[in-house]
């Protein structure tokens, strides 16, 4: 394993990380309150996400590579346009930091994850809340779909399970 690039421009400890679809940018999350896109290829920095009040504890990808999904200590995910770097929703709902966001395959959905100990599912389109998944004994700090779009899984701190969840 060898080193190609290395991205430098975060001010604080780096959290989370992923790859676009493509796999042409990487885009990190931050204890400095930024999100970054970087060029692979290059190493070379892109577009800086602001205007989150906390870090950024999770990143995600939509499927088509357009948007982007942070979750933040600041109690909200929110979803960016690649392009322009525009803030389009902030899903905000969760009385503590959002640990774990991601897209559904199709994008309609947004599964966000908190140490509130609730899952919640969101409308990508409106913004608004589908439903919250209440229950969950420790912080929600992983979220996934499953490819059909209608099976969510939730890991928790503190606890070896994970529940599989029907959503819709």
């Given at each position: 394993?060898?080193?190609?690039?290395?991205?430098?421009?975060?001010?604080?400890?780096?959290?989370t990380v992923t790859l676009s679809p493509d796999g042409?940018?990487?885009l990190t999350g931050s204890g400095d309150s930024t999100a970054r896109l970087w060029?692979?290829?290059?190493?070379?920095?892109?577009?800086?996400?602001?205007?989150l009040a906390?870090?950024?504890?999770?990143?995600?990808f939509a499927s088509d590579g357009k948007y982007i999904l942070t979750g933040s200590d600041d109690k909200t995910a929110r979803l960016w346009e690649v392009e322009t770097g525009q803030t389009i929703h902030i899903f905000a709902g969760h009385a503590y930091a959002v640990s774990s966001a991601t897209?559904?395959?199709?994008?309609?959905?947004?599964?966000?994850?908190?140490?509130?100990?609730?899952?919640?599912?969101?409308d990508a389109q409106s913004g608004q809340i589908v439903r919250t998944f209440a229950g969950h004994t420790n912080g929600v700090l992983s979220?996934?779909?499953a490819?059909?779009?209608?099976?969510?899984?939730?890991?928790?701190?503190?606890s070896a399970q994970v529940s599989v969840t029907c959503i819709l």
């Open positions: 394993m060898y080193t190609r690039n290395l991205l430098q421009g975060h001010t604080l400890w780096v959290v042409k940018y990487a060029d692979t290829a290059t190493g070379q920095p892109g577009r800086v996400l602001t205007g906390a870090g950024v504890g999770s990143v995600a897209f559904s395959a199709d994008r309609q959905y947004i599964l966000t994850g908190s140490w509130d100990t609730t899952a919640r599912l969101w979220v996934s779909f490819p059909e779009g209608v099976t969510a899984l939730t890991g928790r701190s503190s």
